[in-house]
């Protein structure tokens, strides 16, 4: 089946660097890629969404130049988040449209921790 | 805009009962509804789609309906193990020209042996 593949799992950061998350469709090539935020005990929240070779949209209240998204290729999408707060701990994920089947292809997802 | 609501935060059930989840759609019919199993500290997992036009569908021992009278979808568990123990989200798309999945809080499912 489709796989996503999300680096790191976890990240302690300091406050104030920049993070760099990674997603990568192993076995397909996605067109579209989706960033998640989701914080204890809530649902996934829709950040963004990311296609190949144009500039991510996102959502509304999405700073979008604290959260940099690159779809440079069909099968990379990254997230960056500068100058990290303690507020932007939360584990975020990944998803994939395109994949084989009717679902989308989540990523494991990365924890963020931020000092 | 569309909002999806899982109002059970928490259903505890006993080893092979049926376990029965309600999700509902606020606004439009949406043309699929999709159902994900989450486990903690993971990413979603892909379980049932469901289309507009479709009543049910089943897939091993989960089965799925889908109520557009009454904006519903329900999701069942027979035969319930405790590896079944996992908080269960449905899913629609954004718009109705979207392409984005938005999500319901979830339904957090225990079953005890």
């Known amino acids: 089946g489709a796989v996503v593949s999300q680096h790191p799992s976890w990240v302690i950061c300091k406050s104030g660097t920049s993070v760099k998350i990674e997603c990568r469709s192993l076995d397909f090539q996605a067109t579209t890629m989706f960033w998640y935020r989701q914080f204890p005990k809530q649902s996934l929240m829709l950040m963004a969404t990311s296609n190949e070779g144009s500039k991510a949209t996102y959502e509304q209240g999405v700073e979008k130049d604290k959260f940099l998204i690159n779809h440079a290729s069909l099968t990379l999408s990254t997230l960056t988040v500068t100058s990290a707060h303690p507020e932007d701990s939360s584990f975020y994920i990944c998803s994939a449209s395109g994949g084989p089947g009717d679902g989308y292809t989540f990523g494991s997802g990365t924890r963020l921790t931020v000092v | ?113």
Not at chain 2, 8 to 16: F, K, M, T, V, Y
Not at chain 2, 29 to 58: C, H, M, T
């Open chain 2, 1 to 113: 805009s569309q909002k999806i609501e899982q109002n059970s935060e928490a259903l505890n059930i006993q080893e092979g009962k049926t376990a029965t989840l309600t999700c509902n759609y606020t606004n439009y019919s949406p043309a699929y509804l999709q159902w994900y199993r989450q486990d903690p500290g993971r990413g979603p997992v892909f379980l049932l789609l469901i289309r507009e036009n479709e009543k049910e569908k089943r897939k091993e021992r989960l089965k799925v309906t889908f109520d557009t009278t009454l904006k519903q979808s329900l999701f069942h568990i027979t035969a319930s193990q405790p590896a079944d123990s996992a908080t269960y989200l449905c899913a629609c798309l954004e718009g109705e020209a979207g392409t984005a999945l938005i999500f319901g809080k979830g339904t957090t499912l225990s079953v005890s042996s």
